[in-house]
């Protein structure tokens, strides 16, 4: 079976900013270089593109001599050559089209999604799911959660299309879920103990201080919010009364670099007993991130461009016990109560979507605010996160405990030997499917707005729970004044999108005692208000019962 890589290229990356996306893709080309199983390397690429693979899979051991380049604007000579092809996002749409253009051979195509909130990822999932595909084909998604997204944002088009054209629309291709992967042993030995007391003497740490390491972009527009982290870290070094010194180190850059000013003002107005570090990834100091000088790994996203989520995967690698969101592709990475903890979210129902789908298609705000207007009504659970702090940060048997077993299943779950079997796999009945398949070659026309969906609908299987009329909602005992949180702007991004904030001091005050969000809505189930009440919840005002 012949497998071409069809590669679009990557930016390299500069002054420490390093992408996801490309990373991925990174990925993913070494290890179809080092476990697809190819006698030759198939790659379909153009410009700068087959320089860069060639240097990429020369990296890996592989000869030139080995590595076959075809050009992508010469369809009939690849799809003539190949059994499959695989092409390492979700674009393929211009590939369905051109294998529709007369070619007696069906190769089935298979992609990887990464980012499904992107106006350019969306549009590209449903164009691929109009073009001329088929049952052979495939669309893999590294998560359940992102499977499910992908599946939702096809049958909102469906909705639509059925309207439209009076008959029921089913997208041809699959949706398997393959994770992302990670070289565990090279990951493993970014935690060398050696590097240990080297990364913790830099920092002047104690040996009794506990780290918690978040590792990522720092932007509460296009990763996550910090509060949670910075709420949840406190929380935790108030329950245990100075008996363990906790150091919250946020690693990674800032982007845009004016990001740090917010960032640092909301960690000097939350951490008073808790200490915040945050280090940029190019330090000269740490070369090998800090990994090896964490205790515990603490990610509480709440952003819908989230889709995967590497860094719980390379921090189990590290050996690392894991506080991580239950979110997105979060939920499959960390097994709750055996190798950490995932912590409940939970964000409104697709009612309160709406508007944030009519100010992004109109642009009356950009993608980051976007993404912000979904964020800033998402709320993760802090108690339950300082709760699973302070277990593992007073015991370190527990973190041990957890931390071999994390290490134990990124070996078997997520190495890249692994998760390449599967993609063998799904390639070869790919291939059988294709051999058998007799269908015609519609050549449908596409609709707008469909990369411009509802977030709260498509992305409804992100959080642990959805805000329902039904749901009990209490103010917190130790909740912090609104007016203090309001302090920080980045804590009411869009305030477009919310009540103003002398009415949601007067919301918040009808769940003085336990009520449901229905009893004190009165039956009106406002979009504004139940964003409004994912505000309240995200900071800390209400919690539910």
């Known amino acids: 079976m012949k497998v071409g890589f069809s590669f679009p290229g990557v930016n390299d990356g500069t002054h420490g900013v390093v992408y996801g996306l490309d990373v991925a893709i990174k990925n993913l080309v070494t290890a179809f270089c080092k476990y697809s199983g190819q006698e030759t390397l198939d790659v379909i690429a153009d410009g700068d593109a087959p320089e860069q693979f060639m240097r990429m899979a020369t990296g890996c051991g592989i000869s030139p001599h080995v590595i076959q380049t075809y050009s992508a604007k010469n369809p009939q000579h690849f799809f003539d050559a190949l059994d499959v092809i695989f092409h390492p996002d ?5 590939m369905a089209w051109q294998r529709a253009q007369g070619l007696q051979k069906l190769v089935p ?65 699959h949706t398997p879920v393959i994770p992302l992967g990670t070289d565990v042993a090279a990951k493993a030995a970014l935690a060398a103990p050696a590097l240990r007391s080297v990364q913790r003497q830099q920092l002047a740490l104690g040996d009794d201080d506990v780290v918690l390491l978040f590792v990522g972009r720092l932007s509460f527009a296009t990763k996550t919010h910090p509060i949670s982290m910075l709420m949840a870290a406190e929380e935790a070094a108030i329950q245990l009364h100075g008996q363990k010194n906790i150091h919250l180190i946020m690693y990674g850059y800032f982007e845009p670099a004016l990001m740090e000013k917010p960032f640092q003002q909301l960690a000097k107005q939350f951490c008073t007993h808790a200490t915040v570090h945050f280090i940029q990834n190019n ?53 709750d109560g055996e190798t950490g903890f995932l912590i409940p979210t939970c964000a409104p129902t697709a009612v309160a979507g709406h508007a944030i789908a009519h100010h992004y298609f109109n642009n009356t705000c950009n993608y ?6 979904c964020s800033q009504s998402t709320a993760i659970d ?20 957890m931390g071999d077993a994390a290490a134990q299943r990124a070996h078997t779950m997520f190495d890249w030997p692994v998760v390449m079997a599967m993609y063998r796999d799904l390639w070869a009945a790919q291939k059988a499917s294709a051999e058998t398949l007799h269908a015609e070659t519609p050549m ?19 959080p642990s729970t959805t805000l329902q009329p039904h749901t009990t909602l209490m103010r917190s005992d130790t909740a912090p004044a609104i007016m203090a949180i309001l302090q920080n702007p ?35 189930h406002d979009d504004i208000m139940m964003r409004s009440l994912g505000w309240l919840l995200k900071f800390g005002v209400l919690h539910v019962v």
């Open 109 to 173: 195509l298979c992609g990887v999604v990464h980012t499904p909130s992107t106006e350019r990822v969306m549009q590209a999932m449903v164009d691929l799911a109009l073009a001329p595909t088929f049952d052979c084909d495939a669309l893999v998604c590294p998560s359940r959660a992102l499977a499910s997204s992908v599946q939702e944002l096809w049958a909102g088009w469906g909705d639509y299309l059925a309207w439209r054209l009076g008959k029921k629309f089913v997208a041809p291709l």
């Open 382 to 401: 802090i108690q339950a996160a300082a709760i699973a702090i302070v277990a593992l940060a007073g015991t370190p048997a527990l973190r041990q405990r």
């Open 444 to 462: 449908p026309t596409g609709f707008f707005p469909a990369s411009h969906p509802n977030p709260f609908r498509v992305f409804q299987s992100y």
């Open 368 to 373: 980051g605010e976007m993404l912000s207007s």
């Open 490 to 524: 980045m804590n009411f991004f869009m305030p477009n999108l919310l009540l103003p904030p002398d009415q949601m001091e007067q919301l918040s005050q009808h769940f003085s005692s336990p009520a449901s969000v229905a009893t004190v809505l009165n039956g009106v």
């Open 283 to 335: 330090d000269a100091r740490f070369p090998q991130g800090l990994w090896a000088g964490a205790d515990i790994f603490l990610s509480l996203i709440d952003n819908i461009q989230e889709s995967f989520g590497l860094t719980p995967v390379e921090a189990m690698a590290c050996g690392l016990p894991a506080i991580i969101s239950d979110w997105d592709g979060y939920k499959d990475t960390v097994k």
């Open 90 to 94: 979700p674009l393929l749409t211009k």
